[in-house]
């Protein structure tokens, strides 16, 4: 073969040279690499197979980079190509092209058609020749080429040279198209020439003949497209007809007027106790919403009618099982016949399905969306519609050959996408009979589509059904693409349903992307399955039929919504799941039912003015080390105080080596406690006051915790900043025998004062018994704060008013009285101060949990005051789930806010009023957020006390 004198370097350098080739387009010669080309000559991939192994041997050895681009994982033992393609849905080991004829002459035959049979002339120059041969953009491959004319030098050329050079050059421009065998992600929607899918022609070329839906632009033009081949099904709405055909027969139809489209009838794949309350579906239960009313039509591998979980509620079935020996196909319907209706002809215990274990698909299916299990032993509670009715269709035949099962996977059952049509046809014609048919469910398919697949077969009808009030669920499918569906999933007039678990993410097996409408439970879902028993499945499958529930269940809540609502209402409701790019909803039917339009959160309202701001983070302090706590003060303008109060509470070993500080906004450092002392360990709660005054009262103050000694170890538990009180200072002399009034005027704080409004003295008196004190609300309502007495008590100190009927903003007023003449005093200063105590310790709530939010109040005695305001700022993914209570010191529980199914997501912030008057005012107070129900979670973003 002239090896040894081939320049094969030169060769190399020169097909680098060669500008990439286009992807060769269908009807002209195909796709060189493929087993066949359109038309029907063996292309490069065939005609490898068939090649001697020296000279294959040769050809690796020099062009291993060329061979590398052929789509071929194993010649089969008849000289044939076995390309596995499981991401299009096929069986795995399925042959995807059928085994090429010929030996070396038609491997030369296949190269040398793209080198020579070009309506080119090839000049001296090897460059010249080879980039002639190549196709240039726009060139017609539909034109028949007129025969090449070869100068003479070409001639003699050794033949090698020119196989090598066409193949590196083939190679090295085909090479980005199919560089290696298609990976789980590369799209598979078949290129299409005007109405003939390309792939037929080597399909009916393997096989001989292949099975073909055919669209037509009208009815009346299906006699003539029928003439091209045999009928195997016919359907009464759709100008579509399912042939098998030869390849003369793609000829004839390609020839045929008012031929739309031809693409084979593809075969597709069968792709809750625990799921129920997780969507919601026990809520709508309870409130009565079981689907009663409606019907759901199960299109799948029929349904045990007699199953205790379904048993009385199949109330119309059909059978639509293509028989195909060109498949190895058989019916699955009880009679053995293609199609069938009536009563027990989708009953998969019944006839050639009862002894196949993948025929309890549709049981499990149709449990989900509309099982019951009242009474009934060891059954889940129900399926998502428990009083709905059922539509069995059994789509599915069986295959015996290991080309559609894969090897050792016989028998196996697929559907056609032609019965597919033909059940939703009967679909559409029982709910124009007048039964109320809600929803048809489709857990099946194949293939994967990033984009909408307008020309599938299947659109039609689901677009008329869409039409007639019938949504279309159809399951995602199992290969889980990261921007893919299969198909009829792409359909953009169906509802496509994913899988997600519950913890809301992804099912790792779940398509995904932006294709997608929903996301529902389906991993580990247990369902009706054969023999009256009960089992789990997990996929795509198991997701979709509880979309198709929910709609039941809204039909029977919103009667009179069409179903494109309802579909955007479990949108608007759902869970939103974020994956990557894509944000899509997981259902949740409860919130559905709760209301077409849920409630969105109050208007916020303004959170009170605190007089104590806490931080209840514990923190370890580390041995030795420091450890900061944050609160933050706003709507507080000026300075800080002159005496600003700290409290702290804390854990740890010794006392003597912790050091505290304050860590003022504008970063200076008040101490509150030094080293050293005689304290030893344990609990440290203890108010310190600091003067802050040169600090700015707004922003984020610090409480600092050093350990300044390594041997012990300890927590801060929570500490109170107190911020300034409504103060008035200085020295003013209580006149003998007469009166003294001291005026502070308070803003901004909205509406009425506090139950336990507290006033501090600071006054000495040399008899305090003649002292009677009074405080004079805004509105004139005085309060009595010291009456006179026989003895002679300290006068300073700390004094709790109810005054919750006088407004808090305005001139406030202390009137001291001196009653009897003989002895004087002074007052040193008073202050007000409306008790407020804020946590801003943000708490996460857990879905379908319940947490606790501590605050602690020391320093005002007695009861509580009648009504006490609560402020809540809660951030939910579902308000509704809440049950919010406040908790006194005594462990009373008072309901703020109870759960409830109309309220939607968002944030809360609102204001409850509560009678605690039977709770001590001190003590430990707790608000606590109960999330009822399992599918969203939120956080406790912090909470206000509000005496």
């Known amino acids: 073969m002239h090896s040894g004198t081939q320049n094969w370097g030169s060769i190399l350098r020169f097909a680098v040279e060669i500008p990439p080739m286009q992807f060769l387009s269908p009807g002209g010669f195909g796709n060189p690499w493929s087993t066949h080309q359109s038309d029907g000559t063996p292309g490069f991939a065939g005609a490898m197979c068939g090649i001697s192994s020296s000279v294959k041997s040769a050809l690796v050895k020099h062009l291993r980079l060329a061979l590398r681009s052929v789509p071929i994982q194993r010649c089969s033992a008849r000289g044939g190509v076995r390309h596995f393609d499981t991401a299009a849905g096929g069986a795995r080991g399925a042959p995807r092209f059928g085994h090429a004829r010929g030996k070396a002459v038609t491997f030369l035959r296949a190269v040398v058609a793209e080198l020579v049979l070009r309506p080119v002339t090839v000049r001296s120059s090897r460059h010249t020749a080879a980039r002639a041969a190549l196709p240039r953009p726009g060139h017609d491959f539909n034109r028949r080429a007129a025969p090449a004319h070869f100068h003479e030098s070409d001639m003699n050329r ?173 019916s699955l319907c009880p009679q053995g016949t293609a199609a069938e209706e009536g009563p027990g002809t989708a009953d998969s215990e019944v006839g050639p399905c009862a002894t196949i274990t993948e025929c309890e698909h549709g049981t499990h299916v149709a449990g989900i969306a509309a099982g019951d299990g ?142 997608l409408d929903l996301f529902a439970p389906g991993d580990e879902i247990v369902s009706s399955v054969r023999n009256g028993a009960y089992g789990a499945k997990s996929g795509t499958s198991m997701s979709a039929p509880h979309v198709a529930g929910a709609l ?54 303004p959170k009170p003015l605190p007089s104590h701001i806490g931080n209840y983070t514990a923190y370890a302090i580390p041995d030795p080390g420091i450890v900061q706590s944050p609160v933050t003060v706003s709507d507080v303008a000026g300075k800080a105080s002159k005496s600003l109060q700290v409290r702290v509470n804390l854990m740890h070993d010794w006392h003597p080596e912790v050091k505290i500080d304050l860590i003022a906004p504008d970063g200076k450092s008040y101490p509150l406690k030094a080293t050293g002392g005689s304290q030893t360990g344990g609990a440290l709660s203890a108010t310190y006051t600091a003067d802050a005054s040169t600090s700015p009262a707004g922003g984020t103050w610090k409480l600092q915790v050093e350990d300044r000694s390594k041997g012990g170890v300890g927590t801060l538990k929570d500490w109170s900043l107190i911020p300034a009180s409504f103060a008035k200072k200085g020295t003013v002399a209580i006149p003998d025998a007469g009166t003294l009034d001291s005026d502070i005027s308070v803003a901004g704080l909205p509406g009425k004062a506090s139950g336990a409004l507290q006033v501090q003295l600071d006054a000495v008196h040399e008899w305090s018994g003649d002292l009677k004190v009074d405080l004079i609300a805004p509105d004139g309502t005085p309060y009595r704060v010291k009456s006179t007495s026989a003895t002679d008590p300290p006068v300073s100190g700390t004094y709790t008013l109810d005054a919750r009927t006088s407004p808090a903003s305005g001139t406030w007023t202390l009137r001291v009285q001196d009653t009897s003449a003989g002895a004087v005093g002074s007052l040193n200063g008073w202050s007000l101060t409306f008790p407020s105590y804020e946590s801003q310790t943000p708490v996460a709530l857990p879905d379908a949990d319940h947490v606790r939010s501590p605050i602690t109040v020391s320093g005002i005695t007695g009861n509580a005051p009648k009504d006490i305001k609560v402020y809540v700022d809660i951030t939910h993914g579902w308000l509704g789930d809440l049950n919010i209570n406040l908790v006194d010191p005594n462990g009373k529980l008072h309901l703020l806010k109870p759960d409830s199914t109309a309220e939607s997501g968002g944030t809360l912030q609102r204001i409850y009023t509560v009678d605690v008057g039977t709770a001590p005012a001190s003590g430990t107070w707790n608000l606590s957020v109960d999330d009822t129900s399992a599918g969203s979670t939120g956080t406790l973003n912090g909470w206000t006390l509000t005496f």
């Open 158 to 330: 050794p033949i090698w040279t020119v196989v090598a050079t066409a193949v590196m050059a083939l190679a090295m421009g085909a090479a980005p198209a199919v560089a290696e065998t298609p990976s789980p992600d590369a799209p598979s929607a078949p290129v299409t020439s005007g109405s003939i899918d390309p792939s037929l022609y080597g399909a009916a070329a393997e096989k001989g003949t292949v099975r073909v839906n055919v669209v037509t632009e009208e009815r009346s033009d299906l006699s003539g497209a029928s003439s091209a081949g045999r009928t195997m099904q016919k359907f009464q709405k759709l100008p579509l007809v399912t042939l098998q055909v030869t390849r003369s027969g793609l000829d004839a139809l390609a020839a045929k007027p008012g031929v739309v489209s031809v693409t084979e009838d593809t075969l597709s794949e069968p792709t809750l106790d625990t799921s129920m309350p997780f969507i919601g579906g026990d809520r709508a239960i309870k409130t009565g919403k079981t689907g009663k009313g409606s019907a759901i039509a199960v299109i799948d591998t029929g349904v045990a009618t007699k199953h205790p979980f379904l048993q009385g509620r199949v109330v119309s079935e059909a059978c639509f099982s293509p028989i195909d020996p060109a498949y190895s196909a058989t």
């Open 552 to 605: 039941a269940v809204l039909r029977q809540t919103y009667p009179a919504k069409p179903v494109t609502e309802l579909e955007q209402l479990l949108k608007s409701t759902g869970k939103p799941i974020v994956d990557g790019s894509v944000t899509t909803p997981r259902l949740d039917i409860g919130k559905a039912v709760g209301g077409s339009e849920p409630t969105p959160p109050p208007t916020p309202e």
């Open 374 to 515: 009242t009474g009934i032993v060891s059954a889940p509670v129900s399926g998502v519609a428990p009083d709905a009715d059922v539509i069995a269709i059994q789509v599915f035949s069986r295959l015996d050959s290991p080309d559609y099962c894969g090897e050792g996977n016989t028998p196996c059952v697929k559907s056609f996408t032609s019965a597919q049509v033909a059940a939703l046809e009967k679909v559409l014609q029982l709910r124009q009979a007048g039964i109320p048919v809600i929803t048809a469910n489709l857990s099946l398919g194949g293939g994967q589509y990033s984009s909408p697949c307008g020309s599938d077969v299947r659109k039609p009808m689901i677009d008329a059904l869409l039409e007639a009030g019938v949504a279309t669920v159809v399951a995602a499918g199992n290969n889980g693409f990261s921007n893919r569906v299969n198909s009829p999933a792409c359909v953009d007039s169906a509802i496509t349903v994913g899988s997600s678990g519950y913890d809301d993410t992804v099912s790792e097996f779940s398509n995904r992307g932006s294709l």
